[in-house]
């Protein structure tokens, strides 16, 4: 039985906010050479990525539209709230969170798990898939993207949905 996922209450509290910049994590902060490599051709486009860097500081401001940042939770969940679209490896839990404050994804994901959200992803009109971290894609599916109010919805019901589904395997037994 298909349920809604569970989001942390951090998440189902925030007001989504329409922001100018990009913001991404990066599962592995070798990917980082990607979006520095797209950064170099698109100074003018404010980025705003999480990464593993422990060796590289709490943020790392590469120029005044280029910061890393190490990951942190709280923040994270600040920055993507207030972005205008999102990067990511594809993690299940981000992309339900960005699907959630209605913000367009791209992913690129690094294994076989990350394939299978990405292809749900897309199925479900979230966002785009690449082998690589091209924010140009990106920019362009935000540009027509219409966040699911359904898909907020459903997210909303996921403790009454699960009860039920639970309550209804304990009346079988």
């Given at each position: 039985v298909p349920v809604?996922?569970?989001l942390r209450p951090e998440v189902l509290a925030l007001k989504p906010e329409k922001g100018e910049y990009i913001h991404?994590?990066?599962?592995k902060y070798g990917f980082a050479q990607d979006v520095m490599e797209w950064?170099?051709?698109h100074p003018e486009v404010e980025l705003r990525f999480f990464w593993d860097n422990w060796d590289a500081g709490k943020v790392t401001k590469v120029d005044d539209t280029l910061t890393f940042y190490l990951i942190d939770d709280k923040e994270f969940l600040r920055q993507m709230n207030g972005c205008k679209a999102y990067a990511t490896t594809a993690g299940f839990e981000s992309v339900c969170e960005a699907m959630y404050l209605g913000k367009p994804v791209l992913m690129v994901p690094s294994h076989i798990e990350q394939d299978i959200n990405a292809f749900d992803a897309i199925c479900s009109g979230a966002g785009v898939s690449c082998g690589k971290f091209d924010?140009?894609?990106l920019m362009k599916f935000a540009e027509g993207f219409t966040p699911d109010a359904d898909f907020r919805n459903w997210a909303d019901s996921s403790s009454g949905v699960i009860i039920l589904e639970l309550e209804s395997i304990g009346d079988k037994c």
């Open positions: 809604p996922p569970l991404g994590y990066l599962l950064h170099r051709e924010l140009s894609m």
